[in-house]
């Protein structure tokens, strides 16, 4: 028996050590890839010495003699601390994720071949301008140069995925970074699904009047009756594929449903509204979470001066953040920058499709897919006038387009002379608000809204081609049109004076929350889809409240979570729950309801992580709406995933006759509005104590609104994920400033926090040195690394980092200094 035990301690020993062993071959292959931030390096490329000073949160300080030294720089760190994740972005606008992730991955690289971004970004390389195309080579000589450090110091393939992933990196090309730009106008484009939404929904709803209740415009908006879907091609039977279940959706993916297009908050205040006599601005840009973010701090210094703020690792341009003079931030302007056509194909010859002046042949290529471990897959990419060609399997396109007919999409973004990047580097450079405003005349998509504010002035300006439509378009663009009638197509695009423009207001302060900007007739609209209806009406009491504004009301406000969704619905939604019936037992379910009701009739609306409040009234809205929607639009109530105010609002006001929502069509009995908000509380309540109990008092919203900045490839491994995945509870909603997008739907982690701002930046030209900023999660994409998250807890609790253009102060803080000299010829 002894003998045994001792052979069983040996084999048990003997596991131990080989998996310290083997844990600690896996860590020391895997740190080979963290960078050395204080260290000098002879490189190919450069005129004269750059340096890298970071400071001890990691921000790069990039000091070069020339502008292309310091672009060369950037490229330089941005591959040092996120080179993962600049070649899966890459490798996604290209459409060749396949080659890495196998047939997961191939309907994403199959959307992307169709838009054919990369070829278009290759060619819109010749149409930058000389100082653009400098920067654009230099930068990638940069990302190239840590290339060759990692393959001729074995640095680990350069960063952790790549041991799982052995993927091959080719070298960085101009064209790579205005791909990039080009992808974010995919993540931030929602008209198109919108419009294949709007279509469907025609289709779905038995009363057409309903159409404007389920997809409202946003409030004080006007528009004339549009034709159901139907009328416009009435040969289909749409009733049945109108009502198909939702396709899921993969991590890589970067296609967003339309409430996740993107949103933000920025504002600024003129000098006679600010107490330190100088001008002020605020913005924090809000996009889907991952770990690591999309954003990434940076300082250069170029010949018009120092710059400093967001960047975007691929992008060599600070997409947000100040010069000594001139402040600037964006929010996704949500202008119609797309449409969608349906194009006849010629009963007698497939190849061809109709227009205004008769059949004519698509224009066609050829697309090869490769796929790991499988067959490679050929496309046939075709073009009509108004642009490529989407089969049906896309965007639920199968369910609005007829037999016979395809679908095509114009958008702004397919440009070949895209001068977005020529516009942004005009804009670092830009000295006062004009010449900012006259540097977003060459900015092509994504389109923005544009804060500016220089030392006195401050102005919002919209950014990006706004397509000229004819006023006799028959679905204004709401929908899908017929393609081959002159009036629906695109006649080119407006001047950029017909862009919405605020400068210097009267009162002294402006902002933008994804709000309607202008309310103008179409079609010098700018779109009927905006991203906020609630958020501004919080912004604009905070800066109403105030006469002057400081650095420190700008960040309150950047953080304030009090929901006016929230104070305003519930008072409407409640009004015949409250305080009334008779007293309830314990544990009964009546009893829980008025608990409940006495919870929230005493709350403020604040969204507070600790709070019990914004769980019960989360959950209430959710049951609410799908108890509204399900008998009616059946499975497609899946796509209505998050509550709508609006239309929660029009039902309760019962406006032209929402009201009808609330009766249950397959009852017998006609169900009142108050009957129907009275059973989605008790839903709610029976959800809530199935996964937290019945203690509402203590209840927490920070434990089911957890940010979720998740590895998009590792994130779901085993054990792995722990490592990878950072997670917080927070405070905030979908309709705060603070705001935190929940995941939606009905499943268990409906209430995950999603989607946010990722980096928040506040300025004070009157000391400017006492401007801060943050990202959420940190500044390197190596996991190993203590950079990977150690701004996130500052992130959480709203706690910000000073940001410097003394080059004496980011010296004297710094922790690291990367010196590249040129080689040697």
């Known amino acids: 028996?002894?003998?045994?035990?001792?052979?069983?301690?040996?084999?048990?020993?003997?596991?131990?050590?080989?998996?310290?062993?083997?844990?600690?071959?896996?860590?020391?292959?895997?740190?080979?890839?963290?960078?050395?931030?204080?260290?000098?390096?002879?490189?190919?490329?450069?005129?004269?010495?750059?340096?890298?000073?970071?400071?001890?949160?990691?921000?790069?300080?990039?000091?070069?003699?020339?502008?292309?030294?310091?672009?060369?720089?950037?490229?330089?760190?941005?591959?040092?601390?996120?080179?993962?994740?600049?070649?899966?972005?890459?490798?996604?606008?290209?459409?060749?994720?396949?080659?890495?992730?196998?047939?997961?991955?191939?309907?994403?690289?199959?959307?992307?071949?169709?838009?054919?971004?990369?070829?278009?970004?290759?060619?819109?390389?010749?149409?930058?301008?000389?100082?653009?195309?400098?920067?654009?080579?230099?930068?990638?000589?940069?990302?190239?140069?840590?290339?060759?450090?990692?393959?001729?110091?074995?640095?680990?393939?350069g960063a952790p995925e790549q041991f799982l992933f052995n993927a091959p990196i080719a070298p960085w090309q101009p064209a790579d970074s205005i791909a990039l730009v080009k992808l974010m106008a995919v993540q931030l484009s929602s008209?198109?699904?919108?419009?294949?939404?709007?279509?469907?929904?025609?289709?779905?709803?038995?009363?057409?009047?309903?159409?404007?209740?389920?997809?409202?415009?946003?409030?004080?908006?006007?528009?004339?009756?549009?034709?159901?879907?139907?009328?416009?091609?009435?040969?289909?039977?749409?009733?049945?594929?109108?009502?198909?279940?939702?396709?899921?959706?993969?991590?890589?993916?970067?296609?967003?449903?339309?409430?996740?297009?993107?949103?933000?908050?920025?504002?600024?205040?003129?000098?006679?509204r600010s107490a330190s006599g100088g001008t002020l601005m605020a913005n924090d840009p809000h996009l889907g979470f991952s770990a690591p973010g999309i954003w990434y701090l940076a300082r250069l210094e170029l010949r018009s001066g120092g710059v400093i703020g967001g960047t975007i690792p691929g992008i060599p341009v600070v997409l947000t953040g100040r010069s000594a003079r001139l402040g600037w931030g964006v929010t996704s302007s949500y202008m119609d920058d797309q449409d969608l056509f349906i194009e006849e194909l010629n009963p007698a010859n497939p190849s061809e499709y109709r227009t205004p002046d008769g059949f004519k042949p698509f224009r066609t290529s050829r697309s090869i897919i490769q796929i790991k471990d499988e067959a490679p897959v050929t496309l046939t990419l075709r073009w009509s006038d108004n642009g490529p060609i989407l089969p049906g399997t896309h965007y639920d396109l199968a369910e609005v387009t007829p037999a016979g007919h395809v679908a095509a999409l114009s958008w702004t973004a397919l440009s070949a002379q895209d001068t977005t990047m020529t516009g942004a580097m005009a804009l670092m450079r830009a000295q006062s608000v004009d010449q900012g405003i006259e540097a977003g005349?060459?900015?092509?998509?994504?389109?923005?809204?544009?804060?500016?504010?220089?030392?006195?002035?401050?102005?919002?300006?919209?950014?990006?081609?706004?397509p000229r439509r004819d006023a006799r378009h028959e679905s204004q663009g709401r929908m899908p049109s017929r393609g081959w009638l002159p009036e629906n197509r695109w006649q080119g695009m407006l001047a950029y004076a017909a862009n919405p423009e605020f400068i210097a207001p009267q009162g002294g302060i402006l902002g933008n929350t994804n709000n309607k900007v202008v309310d103008r007739p179409f079609p010098l609209h700018m779109s009927f889809l905006w991203g906020d209806t609630q958020?501004?009406?919080?912004?604009?009491?905070?800066?109403?409240?105030?006469?002057?504004?400081t650095r420190d009301s700008f960040i309150e406000a950047q953080l304030d979570t009090v929901s006016f969704t929230a104070r305003s619905l519930l008072p409407l939604i409640g009004a015949d729950l409250w305080f009334t019936g008779e007293a309830a037992t314990e544990d009964t379910p009546e009893r829980l309801r008025q608990r409940a009701l006495t919870l929230l009739a005493e709350w403020n609306g604040e969204m507070n992580e600790h709070l019990?409040?914004?769980?019960?009234?989360?959950?209430?809205?959710?049951?609410?709406?799908?108890?509204?929607?399900?008998?009616?639009?059946?499975?497609?109530?899946?796509?209505f995933d998050h509550p709508d105010p609006v239309f929660i609002e029009r039902v309760f006001r019962d406006a032209d006759g929402a009201s009808a929502w609330c009766d249950v069509k397959q009852s017998s009995p006609i169900e009142t509005c108050t009957d129907i908000a009275r059973m989605a509380l008790d839903d709610a309540l029976i959800w809530i104590s199935e996964r937290y109990g019945t203690s509402l008092e203590s209840l927490r919203w920070g434990d089911a609104h957890q940010a979720t900045h998740d590895h998009q490839v590792l994130g779901e491994v085993p054990l792995l994920r722990y490592f990878v995945n950072i997670r917080q509870s927070t405070s905030g909603g979908d309709n705060t400033l603070l705001r935190g997008r929940t995941r939606g739907g009905d499943g268990p982690d409906a209430f995950q926090?999603?989607?946010?701002?990722?980096?928040?930046?506040?300025?004070?030209?009157?000391?400017?040195?006492?401007?801060?900023?943050?990202?959420a999660t940190g500044q390197s994409g190596h996991f190993l690394s203590r950079h990977y998250d150690d701004l996130s807890q500052l992130w959480r609790r709203g706690e910000y980092i000073p940001m410097s253009l003394d080059e004496g102060l980011a010296r004297a803080a710094a922790v690291g200094i990367t010196t590249l000299t040129p080689a040697a010829p």
């Open 1 to 157: 028996m002894s003998q045994v035990m001792k052979w069983l301690l040996r084999l048990a020993g003997g596991a131990v050590l080989l998996a310290v062993l083997v844990l600690s071959g896996a860590y020391f292959l895997l740190s080979r890839s963290l960078p050395d931030y204080d260290a000098r390096l002879s490189v190919s490329g450069l005129n004269a010495p750059v340096e890298i000073v970071r400071n001890n949160a990691n921000v790069p300080h990039i000091f070069g003699t020339t502008d292309p030294d310091t672009f060369f720089g950037l490229g330089y760190a941005h591959a040092q601390d996120r080179l993962w994740q600049m070649m899966m972005m890459r490798r996604t606008v290209q459409g060749r994720l396949s080659e890495v992730f196998g047939a997961r991955t191939l309907n994403i690289d199959k959307v992307l071949r169709r838009f054919d971004l990369y070829t278009l970004a290759r060619q819109s390389v010749e149409v930058q301008d000389e100082a653009t195309l400098a920067a654009l080579r230099a930068y990638s000589a940069g990302v190239n140069a840590r290339l060759a450090e990692i393959n001729a110091s074995a640095l680990g393939r």
């Open 191 to 272: 008209h198109l699904e919108n419009e294949v939404l709007f279509a469907r929904s025609s289709l779905a709803l038995e009363d057409a009047a309903r159409l404007d209740d389920i997809m409202p415009l946003a409030p004080g908006s006007g528009i004339a009756a549009l034709p159901g879907y139907a009328s416009l091609f009435p040969t289909e039977s749409w009733r049945r594929v109108a009502r198909a279940e939702p396709a899921p959706k993969d991590p890589l993916s970067p296609f967003h449903k339309r409430a996740f297009a993107g949103a933000s908050n920025a504002f600024a205040a003129a000098p006679a």
């Open 441 to 466: 005349r060459l900015f092509v998509a994504p389109s923005q809204n544009l804060t500016l504010v220089d030392q006195e002035v401050i102005a919002l300006k919209t950014i990006g081609a706004m």
């Open 535 to 549: 958020r501004v009406h919080r912004w604009r009491r905070l800066m109403q409240n105030r006469e002057v504004h």
């Open 612 to 639: 019990p409040e914004p769980l019960i009234y989360a959950a209430w809205m959710r049951a609410l709406q799908d108890r509204l929607i399900r008998d009616d639009l059946g499975p497609l109530a899946h796509e």
């Open 753 to 775: 926090n999603v989607h946010g701002a990722g980096y928040r930046g506040v300025y004070d030209f009157a000391d400017p040195d006492s401007s801060v900023f943050v990202i």
